[in-house]
């Protein structure tokens, strides 16, 4: 299959490792284009993939059957807008990233468009991409047009397992939005690993309380309580992990809030409702943003 991958950072790395070895013709593609992609990985066990790969190809571009993103939410629109033009009608759009929202900025479109979610964790080390820990992603179609791709999942699951088709999955980035409102911005805060967020047992059950109070009205069912034990589960499998936004924070990156917490605060206004607790964190955490945004603009 021919397959493009926006975003060569360690997700995108993994992805193309893991399809070039099935025998699939990948290719990257880069915001500033450059000769190859080295792509170094080192698997959980051990194994390492070390290769050049081809990038931004136009004819490439144009022959995909699948354009994979995975860049950060905030970089998605932007990036996929300038290569609508360039697509296969039929090309499949997956868009993997943390967060919602990122399709609803995007230009009017006719591609079949994918919504995913993955539990695989990689890091940088210098040029080398450690996959640090396997996991399973999640996909599914969001517009009608996507409606009859399960074969992805499958394609997908061969390279890098496991992945699971949902015929709704906005259910499923739903609960993963919870457990991205939960730990994201705590650890952030709290500059600690995953699995020390044990400790705040009563502030997780209030992030919880307010999301699943905002999918009941987004016509999720859902309780509270199962919401807070999915959670649990990820803190405690996830437990070693350096949570993406805090990664985002100590590098002084813009992190995801804005599709994270940011999403679900626009969600809960629509239906006239506050979140207190929700609102909180991300006032912090945009604070801490803008204190080395605005000193890398040279702003006082
Ligand atoms: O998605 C993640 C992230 O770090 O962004 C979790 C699931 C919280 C794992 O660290």
Redesign the pocket.
């Known amino acids: 299959m021919k397959i493009t991958i926006l975003g060569c950072g360690a997700l995108g790395q993994l992805w193309l490792s893991r399809l070039y070895q099935q025998g699939h013709d990948v290719q990257g593609w880069l915001r500033v284009p450059q000769p190859f992609c080295a792509v170094n990985v080192i698997e959980p066990q051990g194994a390492s993939f070390n290769r050049n790969l081809p990038t931004n190809d136009p004819e490439h571009l144009a022959q995909s059957e699948l354009l994979l993103v995975t860049l950060k939410a905030w970089q998605v629109s932007s990036a996929v807008s300038m290569l609508l033009p360039k697509l296969n009608p039929r090309c499949a759009i997956l868009l993997l990233h943390?967060g919602m929202g990122t399709q609803d900025e995007l230009p009017p479109n006719n591609q079949p468009i994918l919504q995913g979610?993955t539990?695989h964790?990689a890091r940088h080390d210098g040029s080398t991409i450690i996959h640090v820990a396997s996991g399973t992603t999640h996909i599914g179609p969001t517009s009608p047009a996507a409606q009859s791709l399960s074969h992805l999942a499958e394609v997908l699951h061969e390279a890098m397992p496991d992945v699971a088709w949902h015929n709704n999955i906005a259910s499923a980035n739903w609960r993963?939005l919870a457990?991205?409102c939960v730990?994201?911005p705590l650890?952030a805060l709290y500059n600690c690993r995953?699995g020390d967020l044990q400790r705040y047992p009563e502030q997780i059950e209030l992030i919880c309380r307010e999301v699943s109070s905002v999918m009941e009205m987004e016509g999720y069912h859902t309780s509270c309580e199962g919401l807070l034990q999915y959670v649990m589960e990820?803190i405690q499998s996830?437990a070693d992990?350096?949570?993406?936004?805090?990664?985002d924070i100590r590098t002084q990156r813009h992190t995801?809030i804005d599709y994270i917490t940011g999403y679900l605060l626009r969600r809960a206004r629509s239906h006239g409702v506050t979140l207190p607790e929700n609102a909180r964190l991300f006032e912090l955490i945009k604070r801490k943003e803008n204190e080395y945004e605005r000193i890398g603009a040279g702003l006082p």
């Open positions: 943390n979610t539990t964790a993963k457990v991205n730990i994201n650890t995953n990820v996830t992990n350096v949570s993406s936004m805090l990664q995801e």
